[in-house]
């Protein structure tokens, strides 16, 4: 079992519409959870990082933590299509040395 | 604020031969990470460095890859010999400290693509 699942996608909406990205993971040690953008080409971006439970909002991004359920998500409100890019959850903890595990990214289109 | 900066941006070569990357990073971060990324995959990391010295090279195929950080700024990853699944975005990361690092920034990346 992977440390961290991430449904690949492709994904693909409406400029305007809510877009729910998820991952879900195995190991509850797992304390910080961050959501990365990638544009095609280019390196990683950090967009939201969250520690242990609960939401963050910034903008139009919100990203939710469910430890219980080992979940998390990033939602988008208002999409536009400059949001078109992949989506990757990244997690750590102390005892695994702060060591990231990614998912596999989920791919975003926004259609104007 | 300078980001971290990579070279070369994409390189091609035949299996078995040797290919070196070169990372910079941003100016004050004292640990340096290499991530590779194969295609339609998270990145992996290979190597975690806290200034000098090796934090973590466990995920890192030592039988032909090398990576070395002198004195505690710029940092080289070689593969010698390569093989045809090698073919990935090799990524240079930083961070200003280990603990509760979790804004990691990225460079853009090395593409390489062994035939």
């Known amino acids: 079992q992977k440390e961290v699942e991430q449904d690949p996608g492709p994904l693909s909406v409406p400029e305007g519409a809510i877009v729910s990205l998820n991952c879900t993971y195995s190991?509850?040690?797992?304390?910080?959870f961050m959501w990365y953008r990638q544009y095609s080409r280019k390196g990683p971006e950090l967009l939201m990082y969250t520690y242990s439970s609960g939401n963050k909002e910034d903008g139009r991004f919100t990203a939710q933590v469910d430890k219980s359920s080992k979940y998390i998500s990033l939602f988008i409100r208002d999409s536009q299509p400059s949001d078109s890019a992949t989506y990757l959850c990244?997690?750590?903890?102390?005892?695994?040395?702060?060591?990231?595990?990614f998912g596999t990214g989920t791919s975003l289109t926004v259609i104007p | 604020e300078a980001g971290v900066a990579q070279s070369p941006r994409y390189k091609i070569i035949e299996k078995r031969q040797s290919v070196a990357f070169w990372c910079n990073p941003i100016?004050?971060?004292?640990?340096l990470y290499w991530y590779q990324q194969i295609l339609g995959q998270g990145p992996k990391l290979l190597i975690q460095f806290q200034n000098n010295g090796v934090v973590d090279d466990s995920q890192l195929p030592k039988d032909r890859f090398s990576a070395e950080r002198l004195k505690g700024v710029d940092s080289t990853l070689k593969i010698q010999p390569a093989k045809l699944e090698d073919s990935a975005v090799y990524l240079c990361?930083?961070?200003?400290?280990?603990?509760?690092?979790?804004?990691?920034?990225f460079g853009p990346g090395t593409r390489l693509t062994v035939t």
């Open positions: 100016s004050g971060h004292a640990t």
């Open positions: 190991n509850s040690a797992f304390q910080y």
């Open positions: 990244a997690m750590s903890a102390f005892d695994t040395g702060n060591q990231f595990y």
């Open positions: 990361a930083s961070s200003l400290e280990r603990v509760g690092a979790y804004e990691q920034y």
